[in-house]
């Protein structure tokens, strides 16, 4: 398929469901804001922790900013331990995604909240395994015991992807 062709398709997707690219960029920067005095949770870094008090886990990065080689089939934490829980680029990555998310769900606390990030046009980048594209109703049937906040696409035909925002229920 050529690049144009790519664009045009793209181009559809953004005009059917609607680009949320700012709504995901304001949504993403208040999370992060009304995170400072809670207990945060950060599956996958890539480079740097949000802040100093979030807990990082990641299976495969040794760097020194992990603080847990956890697999997020079965992390290492108690039950209801994290107030946030921000889950970006991994779960494409993980054999099992639903069985992530319900232990993600086992983590975070009653009324946490919760912010996972997929990519969907994205090129197959194994890291070790690259196994999965959502789509927005995707994510709604993955993300369905969760209190969604908002939902959206966004992005450009060069990288694009999935967002789901929610809340723990009682």
């Known amino acids: 398929m050529h690049e144009e062709e790519r664009y045009k398709l793209y181009q559809y997707a953004f005009e059917k469901i609607g680009n949320k690219i700012e709504q995901r960029n304001s949504l993403f920067k208040e999370l992060l804001s009304i995170s400072i005095d809670k207990e945060c949770l950060q599956v996958g870094v890539r480079g740097s922790k949000y802040a100093p008090h979030w807990v990082s886990v990641d299976l495969y990065d040794q760097s ?4 847990y080689n956890y697999d997020i089939h079965n992390l290492g934490f108690s039950d209801a331990a994290f107030d946030v829980i921000v889950c970006n680029a991994v779960l494409e990555h993980v054999e099992d995604p639903v069985k992530a998310i319900k232990e ?3 983590v975070l606390k009653p009324d946490g909240l919760i912010w996972i990030e ?6 197959y980048h194994p890291s070790p395994g690259d196994f ?5 109703e995707g994510m709604s049937i993955w993300m369905q015991d969760f209190i969604k906040l908002e939902l959206g696409l966004f992005g450009s035909p060069i990288y694009n992807g999935i967002f789901f925002y929610g809340k723990k229920q009682r």
């Open 132 to 136: 999965w594209r959502v789509t927005p």
């Open 64 to 67: 020194a900013y992990i603080d």
């Open 104 to 106: 993600l769900y086992r």
């Open 118 to 123: 997929v990519p969907l046009g994205q090129p």
